[in-house]
Each structure stands twice: as structure tokens, then as C-alpha cells.
């Protein structure tokens, strides 16, 4: 069965500190890996990843791929008290059913001012 | 540009009840998709519609769920005879066409449904 898995599943920090968010899967036909933010509203993109060792970025955003080891990681650098949300992680796969993400449970981060 | 527009975004229903979830696209969008985010969980696939269609239901509860994608209006999630186990986040995305290459989903708000 696939399996995508989060750490941690929640963390505080205060503002101004980097942190490190961890996904890692196990998927049969891994196509891609997804980023999203989700506050109390819609869950919003932040990254697909395909290929490994090329890092995305977005302002104080980036993420990685490592394809070998099946795990990626976002940072986020300079937090904010706008970051605090839920940070999801999920996979897909090819295929015919590449709409059917497989998600993590989430890593909950809270920022402090 | 309105995004994914979900309604109710609350609905408490008792045992036994009918719980109705609406989705609309985004503009231009025709293509739906459900998901379900269950207490301590990561959300979960249930069906994918088009218009009129239902594309691929693997996900859906075998009993009491039941999807549309009507010509006219908005995806439709019905869930009879609820139960507490159906206390959900209940998320809705769309895409202008079959997910491929760059495209993502694009989700709604979500429909949070409390069963008492």
C-alpha cells in the first residue's frame, strides 16, 4: 500500500526561526511529490517535484527532492506568524489515476511572535 | 476569479440523517474530484467526476455515498444514513482538464460535517 509520512507531525517555533519539514513515501510509479499549505481554508499549492536534487523556491519556501532515499523536505526560512498552518505533503503516481494524491497526515506548524 | 467554492463550509447532522455537500469549480473547470480528511488523517480520494460522469468512484464507501457532476450547477456529495465515523473534512478540487504533467489540484475550503 502506498504510504506517505510526515515529520514531525507538529512543531512551535518563534519568528525569525528556520525550520525543516520532513516527507517521506513509499509509492510503486512515483511521479511527482506536492506541497500544499492548508490554513482554515483551502489547502494552496506551494510545489511540485519531480526530479531530484533540484530545489524549488518560492520567497522564504523551498523544497527538495531526494528520489534514492524517497523523502523530500521544505524549508521555510525567516518564519513567520502567517506561515502557522498545516503543511501537507502527497504523491502521485503515473498512470491512468494520477488525480489520486496519496497525502501525509500533515505537520502542524505553529509560529510565535 | 472565485476559486473552488464549497457549501456548507459546517453541518451538523444527527445519526440517520442526509448530509448534502456542494462543490463548484473553477471557472472553467469541468473536471471534480472528492476528497475526505478523517480526524488524525491525511486526506483521502474518493471520486472523480465530469460533467454527468462519473469517472472513477474506487474511493467512495461502498453504501450511503453517492456523487453528481449534473450539467447544470454543482457537484453534488451525498451521504445518507450518517454516522459518527462520517465526521469529516470533506474537500473538493477541480482542474480545467485530466490531471497531467504541470496541472495540480486546485481545492476548495472544504465541507466540515459533524455527525452528533
Known amino acids: 500500500e502506498d504510504k506517505v509520512v510526515q515529520s514531525p507531525l507538529s512543531l512551535v517555533v518563534h519568528e525569525g526561526d528556520t525550520v525543516t519539514l520532513n516527507c517521506s513515501y513509499e509509492v510503486t510509479n512515483f511521479r511527482s511529490l506536492l506541497w500544499y499549505k492548508q490554513e482554515k481554508k483551502a489547502p494552496t499549492f506551494l510545489f511540485m517535484l519531480?526530479?531530484?536534487?533540484i530545489e524549488k523556491k518560492s520567497g522564504r519556501l523551498s523544497s527538495i527532492l531526494d528520489k534514492k532515499e524517497l523523502f523530500s523536505i521544505l524549508n521555510i526560512t525567516a518564519t513567520q506568524t502567517g506561515d502557522s498552518a498545516i503543511y501537507l505533503c502527497a504523491v502521485s503516481k503515473w498512470g491512468g489515476s494520477n488525480y489520486k494524491l496519496t497525502f501525509g497526515k500533515g505537520t502542524l506548524l505553529t509560529v510565535n511572535p | 476569479n472565485a476559486g473552488v467554492m464549497q457549501n456548507p463550509r459546517h453541518l451538523v447532522r444527527r445519526r440517520g440523517q442526509e448530509a448534502r455537500l456542494r462543490c463548484s469549480p473553477m471557472k472553467g473547470h469541468s473536471h471534480v474530484y472528492w476528497y475526505r480528511q478523517l480526524p488524525e488523517e491525511g486526506l483521502k480520494f474518493m471520486v472523480y467526476?465530469?460533467?454527468?460522469?462519473?469517472?472513477?468512484e474506487s474511493g467512495m464507501p461502498k453504501e450511503r455515498f453517492s456523487a453528481e457532476f449534473p450539467k447544470e450547477g454543482p457537484s453534488i456529495l451525498r451521504i445518507q444514513q450518517v454516522v459518527r465515523g462520517d465526521s469529516a473534512a470533506y474537500f473538493c478540487?477541480?482542474?480545467?482538464?485530466?490531471?497531467?504533467?504541470?496541472?495540480?489540484?486546485?481545492f476548495g475550503a472544504g465541507s466540515r460535517l459533524t455527525v452528533l
Open positions: 467526476l465530469q460533467k454527468e460522469n462519473i469517472i472513477d
Open positions: 478540487a477541480s482542474s480545467p482538464a485530466p490531471i497531467s504533467g504541470a496541472n495540480v489540484l486546485t
Open positions: 519531480t526530479s531530484s536534487g
